[in-house]
């Protein structure tokens, strides 16, 4: 079993950062991912790496603005959030993913229906 706990949510006015950050109480993962779900929309993937090749993957939103990158001596993965849009706000969730061998495995690496693990969510809110 996995425990992941995000911190680093907040407000920002349109084209400011944010920074995420999600910590796995093991390294018993193959992927971590980040989410979002905004009201009334369904959970969508946001970004994911796989720890052991370091490979990323990002929806085409954010391709360009947001980087997930990893320190794996603390198990911890970080998302930074650039150029924040108001269409980006929404609350954020880390994921773990146990089975498979990477992101890749069986399927897309942003679809969250692989992910078993999932920590609380922290908002993140963007005015215009």
């Known amino acids: 079993q996995v425990q992941v706990v995000e911190s680093g949510g907040g407000s920002v006015q349109a084209g400011g950062s944010l920074k995420l950050s999600c910590t796995a109480s093991?390294?018993?993962?193959?992927?971590l991912g980040w989410f979002r779900q905004a009201p009334g929309n369904d959970r969508e993937g946001v970004a994911a790496?796989?720890?052991?090749?370091?490979?990323?993957y990002y929806r085409d939103s954010v391709k360009g603005r947001f980087t997930i990158s990893q320190d794996n001596t603390k198990n911890t993965v970080y998302l930074q959030m650039n150029s924040l849009k108001p269409e980006d706000t929404a609350i954020y969730y880390c994921?773990?993913?146990?089975?498979?061998?990477?992101?890749?495995?069986?399927?897309?690496?942003?679809?969250?229906?692989?992910?078993?693990?999932w920590g609380q969510g922290t908002q993140v809110t963007v005015s215009s």
């Open positions: 994921a773990a993913r146990s089975s498979g061998e990477n992101c890749q495995w069986g399927g897309p690496p942003l679809d969250p229906g692989p992910f078993r693990y």
């Open positions: 093991t390294r018993s993962y193959v992927c």
């Open positions: 790496i796989s720890p052991g090749s370091g490979l990323t």
